[in-house]
């Protein structure tokens, strides 16, 4: 998916763990640490090899269940794992550890022939099975290599997306295979009840996120105006019906069916909310879809916004802030500075890195804000004309002590990881740092 700003969420994925919530991994780990340990337990006096099989089949299970739980995008479950992004984080690692799994279950795969009464019902859940996990190895896979390092090959979003949507099915045939396969008789039930039920609720999970909640969480917008700034396009959408209601620094998925962009992709509304509901996302050409809606979407189009998402509030913050951008990752920020009003308290100075001066967005709205609120203060850095951003730049401009502050960053990751190094060898880390993560195509 892509980082936290209006115009696509620019993407990240740093390491697992990282502004992650204990509770939401602790919420994922242990379902499936409890899954593999009662099938060792349940099954150990059938012997090791058939209790390690059947304790990493059930392991399998539960993660894969999750993913598709996850994949549903429950609202609830945002401040357990500190936010979609997070969530879809683990969601990730839940299908790669998945993966692993059903790899080791089917290289240790339990025998009970010669314990168990064999039904064709069982044989027809043990090939289908086979089945099942051939089919996921390959989905699961083409969604962990789906850029190919070295080669820079990359499989198409449209695909990617597709080929995900069979997950449900597939898993469907996973829940059916440890249902109904031969298994002895007379073991404890309790491993059972764990898988059915989370078999149970991950095919809940897929048929709500394909079938019900696109009706359910759809609102409709018309595009009432465009607007093209270098690669950039500013797209202002109005309400058709109840409004939507975000805090600045949320986003939103949209598609475009009229466009022929019927894919959802995300985007951080870039503006405050307003009494009439209009907001604006502005969106960089990077990816396929991006490049294509300038020429496809036109004024008087209908699309649709399912959201708001995300947990991205500056207001979470300390008393003094700095809020740095890279390119498009301005999207957040222009939203924040919309809404501050002459009251705010807080200390705040944006550092906005672009290449050219011209490809700065909403620069009269930073200025709105600075004239509306002396303790807002901004600066653009064109590195082609001022040079890169440095460290040691931020430390002589922001009119106030770094490591005093946090710090909210939406851009490149190398750019973050860049400053945020040399910062600490400065002995000038902030307090905090906060981003969310995002790589969609």
Known sequence: MRLASAGRLIPWFPALGRGLNLVGILLV???CILAGGLGFTTYAAYGSEAAIGIGLGAAAVVAMGQTLILAARPRLLEPLFGGLD??????????????????LHQQVEPDFE?????TGLGELAEEAGEVAFNALLALIAISWFRRLPLIGLEIPYQLWRFSHRFMGVLFAIVVFHQFFVDMPAGADTSLSLLLNGFGLAGIIA???????????RRRAFTVSAISRHGDTTSVTLS??????????????????????????????????PRPDGALTLSIKAAGGWTRRLPDHLREGMSVHLEGPYGRFDFRKGGARQVWLAGGIGITPFLAWAESLVAAERRDIHLVYSV?????????????AAAARNPRFSYQVVATARDGRLTAEHMIETVPFTIAEADLWFCGPTGLK??????????GQSPRRVRFEHFDFA
């Open 206 to 216: 897929w048929v709500h996120t394909e079938f019900v909640a696109p009706q359910l």
């Open 86 to 103: 997070r969530i879809y984080r683990i969601h990730k690692w839940l299908g790669i550890s998945a993966l692993v799994l059903m790899i």
């Open 355 to 367: 290449r050219n001066p011209e490809d700065a967005i909403g620069v009269e709205i930073l200025q």
């Open 29 to 31: 780990a242990l379902p």
């Open 417 to 426: 990881d860049g400053l945020l190094k040399r910062l600490k060898a400065l």
């Open 239 to 272: 309400p058709k019906g109840r409004a939507m209601r975000w805090r600045p620094g949320q986003f939103a998925f949209m598609r475009a069916p009229q466009a022929g962009l019927s894919e959802p992709h995300p985007f951080t509304i870039a503006s405050a």
């Open 114 to 118: 010669r314990t168990v009464r064999e």
